[in-house]
């Protein structure tokens, strides 16, 4: 295998600097009892198809920073016995609280968890965020899936960008400043923007070293295939997209959501169905109107939404950050920057889509998808919703700190979504 180096890139950069843990973890219960040996197989492939499952991360004397595959070994595979829900959710939260060791040069930015009995296998995949997106687990979890069904399948490597600048194209490019010094100014004014909006000391500020063991609690429900249905049909008419009326039953809770956005079509690489950090994110800000239509209040959503997936704000961060500008400088002002974004209340709505129309292989006779669920160890703070549907079913899991948000407000958001989506129904 050819040995990969280069530079972290500028979406990559800036995803690093939150610090650690920030891991995506998903978890996936599967039919059938997969081997260590057959799982073993699976991520061989996986990683002579996608070469960003082979890096590990490294400085050198002038703390630039690195991907490299030079010394990587193979993704590590702990086998368990499975014995019940519990315990699953208990070594998902454990992937998500716990940081990749970047010292141990063997290993790469990505583990595994399997549990099995005679019936079922609960497999967890755990990344580094640096290294991947929500769509990006969604291939790999497709191409696995593919390669347990069908372990003898030739493998075509799927090429990532060789080089950092690579990435953004030149329209973009042009207008990131061209010292780290000028970006080094506005994040100094950022800082003073921020205590004076918040009258907060640099002390009550979030960071990556205060995330807190067994700190996430998940709320999940979903709908029915009819409701499902109706749903998706009622947003047709009403000339709104799916993602547009999901944020909106949550702006009478939080009027501020942050969207993450599929870069792959905007980038200066073909990307393709490559696995890799494509993506960024876009914050819309819209108080939901009590006395008007919920339709009326998605209808406007959409509109601000349509205006923030415009390059000028998807780009927005990137064109202010230098990769000049030390590591150990954006993860201080990272959180700060999140803050000012959310009003210091951090919300995002990831939706993945259908992940039936993705190729997802969720009915075989040997190894199909149960269920799944993720979420990212957010040590900012951060509430997430993930949407996706799968089988016809539109499902929501609900992530926060518990450390951060009350359990009875959380409660209480999720149960208001569910019922907004049923009243519309009826």
Not at 21 to 37: C, D, F, Q, T
Not at 321 to 349: C, K, M, Q, W, Y
Request: proline content about 3%; aromatic content about 10%.
């Amino acid at each position: 295998m050819v040995i990969m180096k280069r530079k972290l890139n500028d979406l990559e950069y800036l995803n690093f600097s939150i610090g650690q843990p920030y891991n995506l973890v998903v978890a996936l219960r599967i039919k059938g009892n997969i081997s260590h040996e057959e799982m073993r197989n699976a991520l061989r492939k996986a990683q002579e198809m996608h070469p960003l499952l082979n890096v590990r991360i490294e400085s050198d004397e002038n703390r630039s920073y690195w991907f490299t595959s030079e010394e990587v070994e193979e993704i590590p595979i702990e086998t368990f016995e499975f014995t019940s829900e519990a315990k699953t959710n208990e070594f998902f939260l454990r992937n998500l609280e716990t940081p990749f060791d970047y010292e141990k040069k063997h290993l790469p930015l990505f583990r595994t968890v399997l549990l099995t009995s005679a019936e079922q296998t609960d497999l967890i995949l755990c990344a580094q965020h640096t290294i991947t997106d929500g769509l990006s687990m969604a291939f790999l979890i497709r191409d696995l899936v593919d390669f347990l069904n069908k372990p003898d399948t030739k493998v075509i490597p799927i090429e990532s960008p060789s080089r950092a600048e690579d990435i953004f194209p030149s329209k973009i490019r042009r207008k990131i400043p061209s010292n780290a010094l000028l970006t080094k100014v506005m994040l100094f004014l950022m800082r003073i923007y921020y205590f004076l909006k918040f009258g907060k000391k640099k002390k009550d500020v979030i960071y990556a070293t205060d995330y807190k063991a067994d700190d996430l609690r998940l709320i999940s429900w979903n709908l029915t295939e009819d409701e499902t249905e109706q749903f998706l049909q009622l947003c047709k008419r009403k000339r709104i997209s799916v993602h547009s009326a999901v944020c909106t039953l949550f702006l009478a809770d939080i009027p501020i959501i942050n969207n993450p956005v599929n870069l792959r079509e905007r980038l200066a690489y073909p990307i393709g169905e490559a696995f890799g950090l494509y993506a960024g994110g876009t914050v819309v800000r819209k108080e939901y109107k009590h006395k008007k239509d919920f339709w009326l209040n998605a209808k406007k959503y959409q509109r601000k939404l349509i205006m923030s997936l415009r390059d000028k704000k998807v780009f927005k961060v990137h064109k202010i950050i230098h990769t000049g500008v030390s590591i150990d400088i954006l993860n201080e002002v990272a959180p700060l920057f999140i803050e000012i974004a959310g009003n210091r209340e951090a919300f995002a709505v990831t939706n993945l889509g259908s992940l039936d129309r993705i190729g997802i292989k969720l009915d075989t006779k040997k190894f199909s998808i149960e269920s799944f669920y993720g979420a990212i160890s957010y040590a900012i703070g951060a509430i997430t919703v993930l949407v996706y549907t799968m089988r016809g079913k539109i499902s929501f899991h609900l992530h926060y700190l518990e450390s951060r948000h009350d359990e009875t407000r959380m409660k209480k958001m999720a149960e208001n979504a569910e019922k907004r989506v049923k009243d519309l129904l009826n």
